[in-house]
């Protein structure tokens, strides 16, 4: 109930506060080709319920008929206007309206599609027990998730194999220790990663210490060294198809 409360107080006052760059957001993307600025985005959120997550669109119209969900940085489907955004995360900002209307929280494991879903373990399923997140430890560790994936030639794959293992890790720590306080944590250190990645990232990793986790998912999340396929929580197996 706390949490719900927080939840509409922050959107609300993000939204009220957010609305100048909001409205200017969606007429520079709306000029550049004349469609809807936004793009309602299918995502698994709790209990395995699909909703429609709101997001600015970065891409060019129907890019989705491609059938690649996972996005690299030099994707050819990005706008000009889109890396942009998406560079600040602002394609993320329309998200406000899920978490006011209930589809979402603000801090929260971040919403999959459906194929990835599928393919949880039953260790990940637990995932789907809180409503999905704008941001969580995952969000800050893997911002850079578009250069992570960069000249990729199956996409989707190198992300179930590089990124989901230690992003749903993530998530099910933030699960075990959810509280308000982690929820005001996360939100500052999504807030200055803007500022300075760095310092973002030694905070997450402060934090997973106090938590006690696993020295290599510490490791992991320094992001000092590149990442290397790894298993999904729950499963001794590399993703090798979805």
């Known amino acids: 109930m706390i ?9 609300l006052t993000g939204l009220l506060f957010l609305l100048p760059i ?3 957001l969606m007429i520079i993307i709306w000029m550049q080709d004349f469609h809807s ?16 997550m709101i997001k600015f669109r970065s891409m060019v119209m129907n890019a989705d008929l491609s059938g690649v969900d996972s996005t690299s940085r030099n994707d050819p489907r990005i706008t000009l206007i889109g890396h942009f955004i998406r560079s600040y995360k602002l ?11 209930g589809d979402m929280s603000f801090v929260g494991p971040r919403p999959n ?7 949880y373990t039953n260790v990940e399923k637990i995932l789907l027990d809180l409503r999905p997140g704008i941001t969580d430890f995952a969000s800050i ?12 030639s199956n ?31 996360l939100i500052i250190l999504t807030i200055g990663a803007i500022f300075s990645t760095e310092r973002a990232l030694k905070g997450v990793c402060n934090i997973l210490v106090q938590f006690g986790v696993d ?15 790894y298993p999904p929580p729950g499963s001794n197996e590399i993703v090798l198809s979805r």
């Open 91 to 101: 394609d993320e900002l329309p998200q406000l309206f899920n978490v006011l209307i």
């Open 113 to 119: 599609v459906k194929r990835d879903i599928d393919i």
């Open 155 to 185: 996409p989707d794959i190198d992300y179930n194999q590089l990124i989901r293992p230690w992003k749903s890790r993530l998530g099910l720590v933030y699960v075990a220790n959810k509280s308000l306080s982690l929820d005001i944590r």
């Open 22 to 24: 909001i409205i200017l």
């Open 215 to 229: 020295q290599l998912l510490i490791e992991v999340s320094k992001r000092n060294h590149k990442l290397s396929p």
């Open 37 to 52: 600025p936004f793009y309602m985005a299918p995502r698994v959120g709790k209990g395995g319920k699909i909703f429609k």
């Open 141 to 152: 560790v893997f911002s850079d998730e578009g250069v992570i994936l960069q000249n990729s």
């Open 3 to 11: 949490k719900r409360s927080f939840d509409i107080i922050v959107s």
